[in-house]
Each structure stands twice: as C-alpha cells, then as structure tokens.
Nanobody, 123 residues
Framework: QVQLVESGGGLVQAGGSLRLSCAASGRTFSSYSMGWFCQAPGKEREFVAAISWTGRSTYYADRVKGRFTISRDNAKNTVYLQMNSLKPEDTAVYSC????????????????WGQGTQVTVSS
C-alpha cells in the first residue's frame, strides 16, 4: 500500500512559480508510476502530468506543456511538480496519485491518491 501527502501549494501571482511535492510511504513507491491531477471548484478532475516508475518517461496535458515539469526522486520517495509561468486558470486543488503500471491521463488508472494541496494564482 502507498500513502501520499502533498505539500507546496499556496497563493502566487500570475507569472510566478510553485513547486509541489508528494511524499510517499511504503517500500514499493519506486515500482509505481505517478501522476498529478487538479480539480477546480465546480469542475471535474483533470490530468496534469505523469511520470514512469524509472522517471525516464513523462506525459503532460497540452495546457501545461512547457510550463510544468514532473520529476521524481525514488531514494526520497517523492515526486515533484515544478510549475512556472502560472496563470489564474491554473487555480485548483492539486493531487498526486500512484498507478501500478504504465503512465496514464485517466484518474481511473490510479490506485492511490493524496488529499491534495491548494494552488491559487491571482491576476
């Protein structure tokens, strides 16, 4: 089993940056692909980025390509989301998730979820 705890959210002005972290417990973290999703009030959960268990493969939603970078440190059981050039429309609760196989953009493919961290981008 994997437990996930996000941190690093906050309030930032448009054009600014934030780095989210997702700390995982459990000895099998390195065998899971990881993803980040976001959910704004009144909207469905949306895919942001995913990374394979080795870290060699990554996958991004079109709206964040070139602005966000996902990475992981298996020695620290942590996955990161570096968010640059933030826009007001990026405002949402960001959650990390773990999938046992492959990298996916569908929430249903992920087995474990964190509680989320709020990101608010002011204009």
């Amino acid at each position: 089993q994997v437990q996930l705890v996000e941190s690093g959210g906050g309030l930032v002005q448009a054009g600014g940056s934030l780095r989210l972290s997702c700390a995982a417990s459990g000895r099998t973290f390195s065998s899971y692909s990881m993803g980040w999703f976001c959910q704004a009030p009144g909207k469905e959960r949306e895919f942001v980025a995913a990374i394979s268990w080795t870290g060699r493969s990554t996958y991004y939603a079109d709206r964040v390509k070139g602005r966000f970078t996902i990475s992981r440190d298996n020695a620290k059981n942590t996955v990161y989301l570096q968010m640059n050039s933030l826009k007001p429309e990026d405002t949402a609760v960001y959650s990390c998730a773990a999938a046992p196989h492959g990298i996916y953009n569908a929430p249903a493919a992920y087995e474990y979820w964190g509680q989320g961290t709020q990101v608010t981008v002011s204009s």
